[in-house]
């Protein structure tokens, strides 16, 4: 089984930073994309940034140029770095992984998420 654990949420001001960590365990043939995503209050789960095998990335332009991507494929790790916040950054954010349990078997894996809350 494989499972993404996720951690690093939490109560921040605006203006101020929090660094989310999602870790893929289990058994793990290898770890393609990783993304995250994040829910608000009465909205759509949108992407805010993506992350390739190869450190190629992607980002919501709502959070360009503030948030960072970054992954360990040594640990099958994401992190999502975010830098001045803003109140409309708050939500539930959540890992989301295409991970290879075998040859030719790949699977879509969620984390259970993380709220992240910015105060005005």
């Known amino acids: 089984q494989v499972q993404l654990v996720e951690s ?33 209050p009465g909205k759509q789960r949108e992407l805010v940034a993506g992350i390739t095998s190869g450190g190629s990335t992607n980002y919501a332009d709502s959070v ?31 890992c989301n992984a295409d991970i290879q349990v075998r040859v030719f078997r790949n699977y879509d894996y969620w984390g259970q998420g993380t709220q992240v809350t910015v105060s005005s």
Request: hydrophobic share 35%; with cysteine.
């Open 8 to 40: 690093g949420g939490g109560l921040v001001q605006a203006g101020g930073s929090l660094r989310l960590s999602c870790a893929a365990s289990g058994s793990i043939f290898r770890v393609n994309r990783m993304d995250w995503y994040r829910q608000a």
């Open 64 to 94: 360009k140029g503030r948030f960072t991507i970054l992954r360990d494929n040594a640990k099958n790790t994401v992190y999502l770095q975010m830098n001045n916040l803003k109140p409309e950054d708050t939500a539930v954010y959540y």
